[in-house]
């Protein structure tokens, strides 16, 4: 069993590239993850996991992420991608993550929707939700986008 991260940062990107999987690279470096190892994970943010702003991670590390991702090579199309975190005065919270042909704040409005729905499921009362998301619009080169809470210790 890994560690239980005691850390979170929620992020946020947009890129462009010659594929879609160089765009989505892009996206990530925009972010400031793109030189970690993403492991994903689902939605739940640990206990006693502190918010922090800037993240301070060696590039390689393998890092737990819960994130949302959308790449599109289709001229003239809008893509969007959304994360939320739910931040509870119990012991954990939950983090929800969205992508979609969308704008930002559908997106966005999306993520709170689903935090809330969760967060009322479990009975637990919602202290806080903090929310990234990123939108654009596919040009000549393909594009994406990512939206990420990154867990770290």
């Known amino acids: 069993m890994l560690p239980t991260p005691k850390k979170v940062t929620v992020v946020a990107g947009s890129g462009e590239g010659d594929h879609k999987l160089t765009a989505f690279d892009n996206a990530l470096l925009a972010a400031g993850i793109g030189n970690l190892n993403l ?13 922090v702003e800037r993240l301070d991670i060696p590039p390689g590390s ?33 983090i929800m993550e969205f992508s979609g042909h969308c704008t930002r704040e559908e997106a966005e409005q999306k993520v709170r929707a689903m935090v809330e729905e969760a967060f009322r499921r479990r009975g637990m009362a919602l202290r806080d939700v903090r929310v990234a998301a990123a939108e654009m619009v596919v040009g000549d080169r393909p594009g994406a986008v990512v939206a990420a809470a990154v867990l770290w210790y």
């Open 39 to 51: 492991i994903k994970v689902s939605s739940i943010l640990p206990p006693e996991c502190e918010l």
């Open 62 to 94: 393998l890092t737990p992420t819960a994130y949302g991702a959308l790449a599109s090579d289709v001229k003239g199309d809008r893509i969007a991608a959304a994360v939320a975190v739910g931040f509870s005065d119990r012991d954990y919270g939950t």
